[in-house]
């Protein structure tokens, strides 16, 4: 007694021509369990019940339309398809990250907007010393910029006066950590479903080829190393090897080189004292040289790559962004040691760091037509993605969405426009997870450890924390602000601040672990034990199939061909019968005689003469 | 929903529907695809269920089926008769069980009978080479693929009958996530 949708599921996943299925819907729609024998029943039901069935059709319609507008609420949805039907899964799960990355940053951009800037927007506040606009601070973000809402400066700690009276440092403060714990939550949650999804599964044999003979099949990809993959790659001589290692250990020192240099560039930029703090265009220099160092330094490693080989392609994707990733966290974390304003430049930079490399990639077409490179594409977006999670300020989704949304458009026309179809296909299911768990790892808990900056001491002059001693003053100063016995007041003091409290959490947490874990390796054992059952049963069954046929064979030996002479009890006629005893023995055959018949019974076996 | 088209009958529409994962405007699209592959044969109207197949040769020069290594087999898999000859509901069929929302049960069903090439339930050695072969497009040598399909066999068939049944075929794909979204062609 299925409801009517998991029925019609159950419909659709029959394994039968079309228009068998038809009939059985047909039937269903009458929701009876008779036979099939009183089909002339139903017959008669049917048309009686096509004097109401209109109200079952339209309603079965507007469920279908439904489903249908749902599915153009899908963001990008004929996009995908396109770009996955021409290039291949791999690629397609690039667009797809990115398609995640924009729905997470779209709801952390509504959580932003509703807590810090509409109010701040709603009651502006007073604007201390406004300069006059240049055109340079567009780009430089200081001067003008700094005291609207768009950067740290344009937020003010005051107390809005209004029914209940609501205070902007708290809302802050409050608002930065829950989009912060939000993000760590769904990103842990969306990495674990991936995980399981794809890896738990794998138990068992998973080394050989056997599942990749039957499972390659991706569309319009052809695959020109399948068969190198196919076969056993065991043969290299020694000196082939030390070749390779020295190939791969010399890969290795040139990309240390150039992280290193990178990183010790950009450090003495950074210190240089006449560079700091001022307002004309030289305060650019250090964005754009990062910006140019992030487009060169991944073009130089892949070149560097293509003097290795590898044997699995994965392994070259893995490689690239491990290195990529080295890069991107250094550079990262030597600037985000700096002041606000400049932190803010980079934002912009980054945007048009895009739209360089899209133009870039579309006018040079010298070396032939590129593949779309996958690893540094990602590590793009993470890296825009971390400069985000580090400066917490609440208009940066905004800008984050529109770059992603600009972002797709590009890669797409210039993927139609300059690639071709990849060469070799990935394993696609799990990048998914890769790239999430690269997400996470450095880039948020990077994050995390900025958030050291509750600790420090904000700026005076400007932004919503003035004149505290930490941000986290604020939380202290609004519990001690609470009547006396105020139950928010008496959980912040007893259990939050006390320590015994995350004594015991973190003591359930691992209880809890510990037993989810030991639950796993108990069913990684029954899975063994049924596959070896399994084959178990197929051996009994090989060898009691074995033993009948040799029983038959021996029963068949044993009974030469005989010549019997059959006789008639009625007319005593006979006739000679060439016959394999046993058939006679237990057949019920009857023998025509001219008379009656020969039955069994009826015939005397003489011994052959 | 404007009846605007008399392509077909709303039964039918509804019919469609219900048995096949697509919505109402797809199987229009689908349709008008069919109706383009062979346009003296198939007629505009369907709504009195005219008995129409498109040969074999037709459909596979279709652009989603043109790149693939299997699309004869495909095709046969879905036609009644076996030849490839496709009427429009093996069409819709077809594009069904090779759209995103399929199960994967079903999905695994049909991928048995395409790689089963002599059609007697199980896929034998014979039928791992023909894959082979057609997947890397001859460039092996048949040491080679008889080698990698032993090896296969060997790994997957779990009754030791050294030829896959469809139980053996379902645990090995139920091994690779990537069944799911490679067995898949849009349209």
């Known amino acids: ?609 | 929903m404007g009846n605007k088209q008399t392509i077909f009958t709303d039964e039918q529409l509804d019919a469609y529907q219900d048995c096949t994962f697509f919505t109402r405007k797809e199987i229009l699209r689908l349709h008008g695809r069919y109706h383009e592959l062979a346009p003296h044969l198939v007629p505009m109207d369907y709504t009195n269920d005219p008995d129409v197949k498109i040969p074999l040769a037709l459909i596979v020069n279709m652009p989603e089926l043109k790149e693939n290594p299997f699309r004869n087999r495909i095709v046969e898999s879905f036609s009644e008769d076996g030849q490839g000859n496709l009427s429009f509901n093996d069409f819709v069929d077809m594009f069904s069980v090779l759209s995103e929302t399929a199960p994967r049960e079903l999905k695994a069903i049909y991928a048995f009978k395409i790689y089963d090439f002599n059609v007697d339930n199980y896929i034998c050695k014979e039928d791992l080479e023909k894959t082979l072969n057609r997947l890397t497009k001859e460039e092996l040598t048949p040491e080679e693929v008889n080698l990698v399909c032993e090896k296969a066999i060997e790994e997957a068939d779990l009754d030791g009958d050294s030829k896959l049944s469809f139980a053996d075929f379902e645990n090995m794909i139920s091994r690779a996530p990537d069944f799911l979204s490679t067995f898949h062609i849009r349209i």
Request: with cysteine; glycine share 6%.
């Open chain 1, 1 to 609: 007694n299925l409801s009517a949708r998991a029925r019609f599921q159950a419909i659709r996943s029959l394994h039968m021509p079309f228009n068998e299925k038809k009939t059985i819907s047909e039937m269903q729609f009458l929701n009876t369990d008779l036979s099939l024998s009183s089909f002339t029943f139903l017959k008669v039901l049917h048309d009686i019940s096509g004097l109401i069935s209109p109200l079952f059709q339209s309603f079965r319609r507007f469920r279908a339309s439904l489903a249908s507008a749902r599915q153009h609420l899908i963001i990008w949805q004929g996009t995908l398809k396109e770009i996955g039907c021409r290039f291949g899964t791999s690629v397609l799960s690039y667009f797809l990250f990115l398609t995640w990355l924009l729905k997470f940053n779209l709801f952390s951009l509504i959580i932003n907007f509703c807590f810090i800037t509409i109010p701040q927007i709603v009651h502006a506040p007073n604007i201390s010393s406004i300069t006059g606009f240049r055109g340079l601070e567009l780009l430089t973000g200081v001067g003008y910029f700094n005291q609207t809402v768009l950067f740290y400066g344009g937020y003010n700690g005051e107390v809005i006066v209004s029914k209940p009276a609501y205070n902007m440092q708290l809302a802050y403060f409050f608002t930065v950590a829950a989009y912060l714990v939000l993000c760590g939550v769904s990103l842990i949650y969306s990495m674990s479903r991936s995980f399981q999804k794809n890896f738990v599964l794998e138990t068992g044999p998973v080394s050989g080829g056997a599942w990749r003979l039957l499972c390659s099949w991706d569309f319009s990809v052809v695959n020109e190393s399948l068969s190198e993959r196919l076969q056993e790659k065991n043969k290299m001589s020694l000196s082939d090897r030390i070749k390779h290692l020295s190939l791969h250990l010399l890969a290795w020192l040139l990309f240390l080189g150039l992280a290193l240099g990178s990183g010790a560039g950009i450090y003495f930029l950074g210190t240089d004292p006449e560079l700091v703090s001022s307002f004309t265009a030289s305060t650019l220099l250090l964005p754009v040289v990062v910006s140019l160092i992030n487009l060169i330094v991944p073009l130089l490693y892949s070149l560097i790559s293509k003097i290795e080989s590898y044997s699995n392609p994965r392994a070259k994707i893995y490689i690239s962004i491990v290195r990529c990733d080295h890069c991107f966290v250094t550079v990262t974390r030597i600037i985000t040691d700096y002041t606000w304003h400049r932190i803010n430049r980079f934002t912009f930079i980054s945007l048009f760091q895009n739209c360089y490399s899209v133009i870039g990639t579309m006018c040079i077409q010298s070396l032939g037509v590129p593949e779309f490179d996958i690893a540094r594409n990602v590590l793009d977006l993470i890296y825009a993605q971390t400069l985000d999670w580090n400066l917490l300020l609440p208009l940066l989704p905004v800008m984050q969405v529109l770059k992603l949304f600009i972002i797709f458009y590009m890669k797409k026309i210039s993927l139609s426009m300059n690639c071709q179809p990849p060469k070799h296909t990935g394993r696609a299911a799990q990048i998914q997870t890769v790239f999430i768990a690269l997400l996470f790892f450095p880039s948020f808990v990077g994050a995390l450890s900025m958030v050291a900056f509750t600790v420090l001491k904000p700026s005076d002059q400007c932004g919503p924390f003035q004149g505290l001693d930490t941000p986290f003053h604020i939380v202290f100063s609004w519990t001690d602000s609470l009547p006396e016995n105020h139950w928010v007041g008496w959980i912040f003091e007893n259990i939050l601040r006390s320590e015994l409290f995350y004594y015991l959490i973190s003591l359930i947490v691992l209880v809890i672990t510990y037993f989810l874990w030991q639950i796993t390796q108990g069913r990684k054992q029954l899975i063994k034990t049924l596959r070896e059952g399994i084959v178990n049963e197929g051996n009994d069954k090989a060898f009691l199939l074995n033993k009948l046929q040799n029983e038959r064979r021996r029963e068949m030996a044993s009974f030469r061909p005989q010549v019997l002479v059959l006789m008639c009890s009625v007319c005593s006629a006979s006739s000679l019968h060439l016959v394999v005893i046993s058939k006679i023995l237990y057949s019920t055959e009857r023998v025509e005689c001219n008379c009656g018949d020969f039955s069994p019974t009826n015939t005397r076996i003489r011994a052959p003469t």
